[in-house]
């Protein structure tokens, strides 16, 4: 399984916030044709969204580590029934991870953060 840091993961968030999920796992669970459908999608675009509808949390978990072990991907978000996956592509090179700006000095203020 690929592991990000903590700016990688960031950036690839606010990158997949726009996204819409591109596969759905339905109730049959990660079969072998879903998972290929991953792969595919994942070698096209390098990161997707994932819809799973099941309702236990740790099968959606249990799914999503399955999903990076099988397919060396990185996990980047799991926030209720949506997953995130990130597989870089050397040959489409779509996505660049830029780390985010660190501020120097004093830390902002509330109204400095709100405005940005």
Do not use: F, W
């Amino acid at each position: 399984m690929l592991s990000l840091t903590v700016s990688e993961r960031l950036a690839l968030k606010g990158r997949a916030h726009a996204l819409k999920p591109t596969v759905m796992i339905g109730n049959a669970g990660l079969t072998e044709s879903v998972l290929k459908e991953i792969a595919q999608t994942l070698k096209i675009h390098e990161l997707i969204k994932i819809r799973v509808l099941n309702d236990e949390r740790t099968q959606r978990e249990a799914i999503l580590e399955a999903i990076c072990t099988q397919l060396n991907a990185a996990p980047v978000q799991h926030i209720g029934k949506i997953l995130v996956i990130y597989q870089p592509n050397p040959e489409a090179h779509q996505i660049e991870i830029r780390k985010m700006p660190r501020h120097k000095g004093k830390p902002l203020t509330k109204k400095q953060l709100g405005s940005r």
